[in-house]
């Protein structure tokens, strides 16, 4: 029993150090994938798919249009520049809806999805969540709010197979990220929730009013000057 506590004590602290290297060096280095990416390949390939095209091309922060900026953190972290990773806020009033038979909003921040994409699976368990706040605290320590915000742009998904802001913008719009208007910007954004079944190319109703509700708060936040805070 000694030796197997040992050997998992020493897998654990392996797991960490490989962890903190990861992080820092993906600080200044762009990631080629994500776990997000790497576990779609798996699942086409289990399923004998083996020709599967995953739109994803990686663009810095300084060319992605201000407006796509501010409509992600609008929609989806609206506290993004000033939390330390969590929002405890948000968590609270999600367990009330919960204990309330509500259906919850959900609480992820920019950040907790930012560590979701990059390094997670799919799931829902004590140990994944436990890994979500480990590279979360890691990313808020090592990563400037400037980079994590880039970094989620550039690997969040906005539909099937398509995963990245600048990929989107393509396959959608025609355009280079940096080019897309505001009303693009948001509905961008206004699929985020489930790129699956929501299309930023032929929105919905429901897609159509939740752009018009990101334009609003895009406006109510102070414009692209709210990204000063990042």
């Known amino acids: 029993m000694r030796k197997l506590l040992r050997w998992l004590l020493g897998l654990l602290l ?6 903190v290297a990861a992080v820092l060096l993906m600080r200044w280095w762009p990631p080629v994938t ?6 779609a390949r798996l699942d086409a390939w289990a399923g004998g798919d083996f020709n599967l095209h995953l739109h994803h091309s990686w663009v810095a922060r300084e060319r992605i249009s201000p407006y796509v900026q501010l409509a992600v953190i609008a929609s989806e972290d609206q ?25 919850s909003r959900g609480a992820s921040t920019i950040s907790q999805q ?20 480990w590279f979360t ?3 808020e320590l090592i990563w400037p709010k400037a980079r994590i915000l880039e970094v989620y742009l550039n690997s969040a998904q ?27 910007a948001a509905q961008l954004a206004a699929v985020l929730p489930n790129p699956l079944k929501l299309h930023a190319d032929r929105p919905s109703v429901y897609v159509a009013g939740r ?5 609003g708060q895009m406006r109510d936040l102070g414009d692209v000057a709210y990204l000063k805070n990042l």
């Open 14 to 19: 392996t797991g960490m150090v490989l962890s």
């Open 34 to 39: 994500s776990a997000v990416m790497l576990e």
């Open 79 to 103: 506290k993004f520049p000033f939390h330390h990773g969590f929002d405890f806020g948000s968590i609270q009033d999600a367990v009330r809806e919960q204990e309330d038979g509500v259906r």
């Open 114 to 133: 930012t560590a979701k994409n990059l390094f997670l699976w799919n799931g829902h368990s004590y140990v994944r969540k436990g890994v979500e706040v």
């Open 137 to 139: 605290a890691l990313l």
């Open 158 to 184: 906005f539909g099937p197979d398509v995963y990245g802001v600048e990929a989107a913008a393509q396959l959608y719009f025609h355009k280079h990220a940096a080019a897309l208007s505001r009303s693009e």
């Open 211 to 215: 752009r018009q509700w990101i334009l």
